[in-house]
């Protein structure tokens, strides 16, 4: 059976076989996790030896995206399982954050083309670690592999309610890279990429497991900080301005100068909702960016 995949409009998977499956026979097969066409899937069966992804209508998958070369990069069988291998493309083919010429891949390996990310997935029964990405795809961001904005108002509104009821406190920080519109401009998407998956790195190891981190919107995060008033927010929250402010960001041996600016806020008997709480946030994030940005308000 033949199935074809067109959603966004701008991704178009050509050839995408689903007999195997039919069959019983195991298989591996890549998942879109962040770009167009978002959650679709493209099966590698036995008896595919490559499969291409380019720019090029007769790639195997087309993405229509600008910084991806005609015939970008393949996949390869090999005896020992799949590989990747770039085709000398302009922007390069990167395998979980690494640029590579050729490597083999592993379950679970991220593979980055242009703006798209597959996730390549080989387990045992690899037709449930598909609809177990499909669930995380609802909750987790694919480029920053944190929480994403659903998560974090479905968490926001339980710990308000929480709040609410107990009379605790529950702050959050809002904050965005500084100036990052010239990041992109000046180094290219690849590089603010690269800056945003890095920065939740350096980020997420601060936060504790009852708190929140989450990819709002763009270059925007938020953290969720439950038993926390204003005045330990905005303390933690300039340990985070510090600790991004030192962090060393390299991307293709360029090195990026990255801050942030960041705003506090916290609930009150006028501030009762996540929609509110972000307003808030956002009224003191732009203070901080009066102020001359690489800083904290609220």
Known sequence: MEENSMRGGQTRIVRTATLGRELGESHELLVTIYG???????????????????????????LEDDSVSRMHCQFLRTESGWTIEDLGSTNGTYVSGVSVQAAPLRDGELVKVGSTIFKYLSSSNVEAAYHEEIYRMAI???????????????????????????????????????????????????????????????????????????????????????????????????????????????????????????????????????????SSADAALYRAKERGRNCVAR
């Open 140 to 278: 987790f961001d694919g480029l920053t592999q944190i929480h994403n904005r659903r998560y974090f108002e479905e968490f926001a509104e339980r710990e308000i309610a929480r709040s609410q009821r107990h009379g605790r406190p529950v702050s959050l920080l809002l904050f965005d890279v500084d100036h990052f519109k010239g990041i992109n401009d000046r180094h290219g998407h690849l590089t603010g990429d690269y800056v945003l998956r890095e920065l939740a790195v350096v980020v997420r190891n601060r936060v504790r497991r009852e708190e929140l981190f989450a990819r709002y919107a763009g270059d925007e995060f938020v953290i969720v900080l439950p038993e926390s008033a204003v005045d330990d927010a905005a303390k933690f929250g300039e340990h985070i301005r510090q600790r991004v402010n030192e962090a060393q960001f390299v991307f293709e041996q360029q090195s990026i100068k990255v801050s942030v600016s960041m705003g506090v806020a916290e609930i009150s008997k006028e501030i009762t909702t996540p929609t509110m709480l972000v």
């Open 36 to 62: 167009a066409s978002l959650g679709s899937k493209t099966d590698l069966l036995p008896g595919r030896e490559k499969l291409t992804i380019g720019r090029d209508p007769a790639a195997d998958i087309s």
